[in-house]
Structure formats: structure tokens, C-alpha cells
């Protein structure tokens, strides 16, 4: 099992940004993707984006792309997402999560963190 845990959310306007990271731990030599994943009241939980953990290679939500960033620190066990140009939509709770597949879906990846909100104000 890995254990993840998410920091950095909290309230910016809009047009601001925010860098969201996420530290792994426990078996973390199973990793083979990471993704960023966010709900919001009343909707299902969605993909931001998922970075392979072995080439790099990245994969972004149409709603996010040019706009967010994922990155990897493979040496630190930690996934980041940088969010710049945020709009009020973007407001959810942030999650990261561990799987198995660069293009995995949302019930294919076993292991959550706790997740960290974000909130955008017009």
C-alpha cells in the first residue's frame, strides 16, 4: 500500500495560482503513475491530469490543459501540480492518487490521499 498525503490548497482569486504537492510513502517502488483528481459538490470525482512515473509522460483534462502543470520528483517520492490562470470551475477538493497506468480511470487507481481544498473567488 501507499500512502500519500496533500498540501498546498487554500483560497486565491481568480487569475491566481497555486501549487498543490503530494509526498508518498510506504510501497512506493510500485508506483507506475500518479494523478491529480478533483471533485466538487454534486459532481462526480474527475481527472486532472497523471504523469507516468517511469517515462514522464503526462496526460491533461481538456478543462485544465495549458493552464496546469504536473510534474514528479521521483527522488522525493512526490507528484506536484501547478495551477496558474485558476477560474471560480476549478473550486474542489484536490485529491492524488497512485496507480498502475498512465491512462488509468478513476476506479483503477488504489490509493488516495486525504485530498486538500481549493477554492477560487471571482
Known amino acids: 500500500q501507499v500512502q500519500l498525503v496533500e498540501s498546498g490548497g487554500g483560497l486565491v482569486q481568480a487569475g491566481g495560482s497555486l501549487r498543490l504537492s503530494c509526498a508518498a510513502s510506504?510501497?512506493?517502488?510500485?508506483?507506475?503513475?500518479m494523478g491529480w483528481f478533483r471533485q466538487a459538490p454534486g459532481k462526480e470525482r474527475e481527472s486532472v491530469a497523471a504523469?507516468?512515473?517511469?517515462?514522464?509522460?503526462?496526460n491533461y483534462a481538456d478543462s485544465v490543459k495549458g493552464r496546469f502543470t504536473i510534474s514528479r520528483d521521483v527522488a522525493k517520492n512526490s507528484v506536484y501540480l501547478q495551477m496558474n490562470s485558476l477560474k471560480p470551475e476549478d473550486t474542489a477538493v484536490y485529491y492524488c492518487?497512485?496507480?498502475?497506468?498512465?491512462?488509468?480511470?478513476?476506479?483503477?487507481?488504489?490509493?488516495w490521499g486525504q485530498g486538500t481544498r481549493v477554492t477560487v473567488s471571482a
Open positions: 492518487a497512485s496507480g498502475s497506468s498512465l491512462y488509468a480511470s478513476v476506479s483503477e487507481y488504489a490509493d
Open positions: 510506504g510501497r512506493t517502488f510500485s508506483i507506475r503513475a
Open positions: 504523469i507516468s512515473w517511469i517515462t514522464g509522460r503526462t
